[in-house]
């Protein structure tokens, strides 16, 4: 899978927002280029089987400096081949895996290391919870391109959607704040059922006690509960924080999806 994204200034990042295209479909590029163009810098469109000539020149045809390409899964070869292509990569995603269930332990907040009971609870739609998860969100994920600008629209779009599961999205709350969560997610259905640990933030102000631990746990548990064998994540491959901590749970690397950026003036 190849998705592409129009910067028309190299330098600046921002919200993605991605714009789905069926697969070597040259109508649905056309229509998205149009919608790219009508929506300025933020769009993704997916595309499929498209060499990175032709993104380049979907590129030029809309007047964009540089093509941003996400390729996965993506390797060193990979790396390789877009340098060859003038495409230099500028970031890694890494998908981590791990079985289920995760044998039971003992509850990992450090004693004594806060003076308040941490109590994890499940999100409540409609509450001041919507706006504590933002804030919440934004501190956590303030250096992050996209997670990080997620506003109270794209919560809402999200709490309605089809796989919304309130039991699934864990929060932790510390004398009434909310202060961590732990948002699941199950991708297809049967066997072949996949849990994902679909955001996962602390608050600065609550990391290093023992609570990124215990809510990745509590996620976990509730995917075990649903009776999904696999659980993944997504993480950045330079988030040293989330990868010791994924690593102390188990999780081991999958693959990756990495971006890179490709002036469109030859
Ligand atoms: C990643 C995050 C959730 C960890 O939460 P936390 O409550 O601070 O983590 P914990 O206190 O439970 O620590 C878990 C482990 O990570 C380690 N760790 C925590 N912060 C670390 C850091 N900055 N560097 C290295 N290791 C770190 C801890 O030492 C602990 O390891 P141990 O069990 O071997 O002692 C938190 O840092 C965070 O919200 N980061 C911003 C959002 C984010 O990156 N989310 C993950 C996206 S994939």
Known sequence: MVELRLVADAAARGPARYVPVA???????????????ATSTAGWSTVEHRTLDG?????????????????EPA???????????????IRTIRQLRRALPVPPEPDAIVPGSTPTEVTLRSFCPGTD???????????????????????????AGMLRAPWFD?????????????????????HGGGTTAMGEIYAIGVDPDAQGIGLGRRLVLAGLDHLDS??????MLWVEADNTAA????????????????????????
């Open 23 to 37: 697969p070597a479909d040259a109508p649905a590029i056309d229509a998205a280029a149009a919608t790219l163009g």
């Open 55 to 71: 993104v380049v020149a979907l590129g030029q045809a809309l007047g964009a400096d540089a093509v941003e390409v996400a390729i």
């Open 75 to 89: 390797d060193d070869a990979t790396d390789a081949a877009l340098a060859a292509c003038r495409a230099r990569r």
């Open 129 to 155: 919870d919507e706006a504590d998860w933002l804030r919440v969100n934004a501190r956590a994920f303030a250096w992050h391109p996209e997670q990080g600008f997620v506003d109270a629209d794209d919560l």
């Open 166 to 186: 309130a039991e699934g999205f864990v929060v932790a709350t510390r004398a009434g704040d909310l202060v961590g969560f732990c948002w699941t997610k199950v």
């Open 226 to 231: 649903l009776g999904v064998s696999t659980a």
């Open 243 to 266: 990868l010791h901590l994924y690593d102390a749970l188990g999780f081991v690397p999958h693959h990756d999806k990495r971006y890179y950026l490709r002036p469109v003036a030859s």
